[in-house]
């Protein structure tokens, strides 16, 4: 299977549900293109490991000060803080590149933090792309 799987922080053995699900997927042969977010050098590290095991990887940064912003602007609507905390436009618009040249078969969304990617991909598997 083709699979876009769309984690709001970078896997590693610390965060180790999505980083250890990624490995037996690939493992089993599944062609994985990871969406995701980094902060540290350390997070871009962990992304090359898991580039290595041959998984594509979009990631785009996300400052500490861009998650403060996020959940500030949150506080007077009703999206949950921890969805509003991860939103990083230059990730949606790649997210939105892969999936019109995709064909994916399954799109993983992990954590709440990642809703606001899956509600976009959802959007645009709806207008077509």
């Known amino acids: 299977m083709k699979i876009l799987f769309i984690v709001p922080y970078t896997p590693n053995q610390i965060r180790v549900r999505p980083y250890s699900l990624l490995r037996e997927l690939r493992r089993q042969g599944h062609e994985i293109v990871l969406a995701t977010l980094w902060s540290s050098a350390q997070d871009q590290a962990d992304l ?18 861009r998650s403060l912003v996020n959940a500030l602007l949150a506080i007077p609507t009703a999206q949950p803080l921890q969805a509003a905390y991860c939103l990083q436009p230059s990730l949606l618009a790649a997210i939105e590149a892969k999936v019109a040249e995709g064909d994916f078969d399954v799109v993983h969304v992990e954590h709440l933090r990642g809703a606001v990617y899956g509600l976009h991909v959802n959007g645009l598997q709806s207008n077509g792309l």
């Open 48 to 65: 090359d490991a898991l580039a290595q095991l041959g998984i594509e990887i979009v990631a785009r940064h996300l400052p500490s000060w």
